[in-house]
């Protein structure tokens, strides 16, 4: 009767070992793509607020009806308010973006000036207000999506051990 | 001289809103002039809980703190002497913008 080689003896140790490491990788995969998805919501989320923030901004300054001033300005620090804290959870999730700074813009060009003011009155200089509104907007989602997409990097970038778990199975299917 | 704590939902008011006293009862000017001014001449530490109010305009926020420096407060003093309590660090780095 043959003897076995020393390879042939612990080969199965070698195959173990992969699939326990591919064991481990796939369950990392897995726990990443669901942590994926939770803050691909968020962002989702943040997106939908920025857009609300935008036309509670547009009720406020381009409306000139004095008896709505006081609603569209509860209603807009409101949706800031939200957009802040939402913000602030994309943060907690592991997001990196200057999200002080650029929330403090966005609420600084949507209520600053004359924002409550009782005396105020429509004037051309709101359009501008509205657009700069915009571009703070703007700017707070591009650095969200920004963070999103260096945090979770696109498929083109997967790294050499997320290949563990096939050569584990092949090794599963050749023993 | 000791420590102060205002917290503005329930000392000044949950609405806060506008910047000048003309523009209602609850205005960044009567805030500061009611309330920061006399804490900053009282205390050497003063304690601000933010939470809790139905939000923020820049325009309240310019008037009561950006005005303690046009009152002649330093910067560098408001920076030490005051402390903020909030769940949203934005208004905090708003607030440092204007005594920057």
């Keep these: 009767m043959p003897t076995p080689t020393s390879y042939a003896q612990f080969s199965f140790l070698f195959t173990a070992t992969v699939t326990i490491i591919g064991w481990f990788v796939v369950a990392r995969q897995t726990d990443r793509r669901e942590y994926r998805k939770e803050v691909r919501e968020q962002v989702k989320e943040v997106r939908d607020r920025a857009v609300s923030v935008r036309s509670s901004a547009a009720a406020y300054w381009l409306n000139s009806d004095k008896k709505l001033a006081g609603a569209n300005s509860a209603s807009l620090k409101a949706e800031l308010l939200s957009l802040s804290r939402q913000v602030q959870a994309l943060r907690l999730s592991g997001l990196d973006f200057r999200s002080e700074e650029l929330m403090a813009a966005a609420r600084g060009h949507a209520t600053g000036g004359d924002f409550d003011k009782r005396s105020r009155v429509r004037s051309e200089a709101d359009e501008e207000r509205l657009a700069d509104i915009v571009g703070a907007i703007e700017d707070l989602i591009l650095a969200v999506d920004a963070a999103f997409y260096n945090k979770f990097k696109p498929h083109s970038s997967r790294r050499w051990w997320q290949f563990i778990p096939l050569l584990g199975t092949l090794l599963i299917a050749r023993d | ?100």
């Design chain 2, 1 to 100: 001289m000791g420590e102060a704590m205002i917290n503005i939902a329930n000392d000044f008011s949950r609405a806060p809103a506008g910047r000048y006293i003309d523009d209602g009862p609850n205005s960044g000017q009567r805030f500061r002039d009611q309330f920061l001014v006399p804490a900053l001449s009282a205390h050497q530490h003063i304690t601000l809980e933010m939470d809790g109010t139905r939000g923020y305009g820049s325009s309240f926020l310019e008037e009561a703190f950006g005005g303690l420096v046009r009152l002649g407060y330093a910067a560098d003093v408001l920076l030490k002497k005051f402390a903020f309590r909030t769940n949203d660090p934005s208004l905090v780095s708003e607030i440092h913008s204007y005594w920057r």
